[in-house]
């Protein structure tokens, strides 16, 4: 990641992991912006293989769910 593979883009959070890939990477920002890094990094000669799970954590008020679920 050190070769600038994420430079230019809103990097939220990288953390190293272990099981099936070596990294997970948070990114935030618009999806066509995210979508275009996200090409640019499979391109490379660095990275074998990735995937791509989107998060709709913001869309919902967990604390009101919380509740609704113990209730």
Not at 19 to 34: E, Q
Not at 35 to 48: N, T
């Amino acid at each position: 990641m050190s070769k600038g593979l994420l430079k230019d883009i809103n990097l939220e959070r990288m953390d190293f992991v272990h099981g099936s890939f070596d990294v997970v990477v948070v990114l935030r920002g618009a999806m066509k912006n995210i979508d275009a890094k996200i090409m640019e990094l499979r391109k490379s000669k660095f990275i074998r293989r990735t995937e791509t799970l989107l998060c709709f954590g913001e869309m919902f008020n967990w604390e009101d769910m919380s509740v609704r679920l113990n209730e």
